[in-house]
């Protein structure tokens, strides 16, 4: 027998479901399948959710909550692809609910292309702006989802960021994850990748 000092664990996964990862959707749904049953069949709460931005509003698709029974987990499989992606406040809306679960050890898992981005098309109310500017994507894309990023972890949840987009943006995931981020072209190996971060977490 191996006594567990660390406590529970729950785990939050993030999926970036803008139009940029449409050739990649069916991948991605297969292998959150695959990483999700696991975790459940682990005894360990999971929740999925995608996220995508349209016009003023980032939303957030629940697939699976904490506590849903194991067929639910098969909503994962209307994961699809539309809009743009405001990174750092799906985080941020994400880690609100994820503060207040009685777990010790909490984990959040983000996969995206590493590019936060959100162009407003213009409507009768145009003239929103971030910090200054119309657009949410380079610089200040970045610096928003690094700064929510940062917050998550001073607050105790442990962050991963899973890189799916081209080589040239892995400067941005770097800014965005710092150390904690793996990159990968092959999708179809998602699963197994979060399955082993999983292990080196729990056993380390």
Do not use: W
């Amino acid at each position: 027998m191996e006594n567990n000092d660390k406590g529970k664990y729950v785990v939050d996964l993030m999926i970036d479901s803008s139009h940029s990862q449409f050739l990649k959707q069916a991948t991605v749904a297969i292998q959150a399948y695959i990483i999700v049953r696991a975790i459940v069949d682990a005894g360990i709460p999971c929740r999925v959710n995608g996220f995508y931005s349209f016009f003023d509003y980032t939303i957030l698709k629940r697939y699976r909550n904490y506590d849903d029974d194991l067929k639910q987990t098969e909503n994962i499989f209307e994961y699809s692809c539309e809009g743009c992606n405001r990174d750092g406040l799906a985080i941020k809306s994400v880690c609100d609910a994820l503060y207040t679960r009685a777990e010790e050890n909490k984990i959040l898992i983000v996969l995206s292309d590493g590019k936060p981005n959100d162009i407003h098309l213009p409507t009768r109310n145009s003239g929103k702006e971030f910090r200054g500017a119309v657009s949410y994507s380079g610089g200040i894309g970045i610096d928003d989802t690094a700064k929510e990023v940062r917050i998550a972890r001073q607050r105790g949840i442990m962050v991963l960021g899973i890189f799916t987009g081209d080589e040239k943006d892995l400067k941005a995931e770097k800014l965005i994850y710092g150390k904690d981020f793996i990159f990968t072209r092959e999708m179809n190996r998602f699963g197994d990748i979060i399955a082993a971060y999983l292990k080196r977490i729990i056993t380390s």
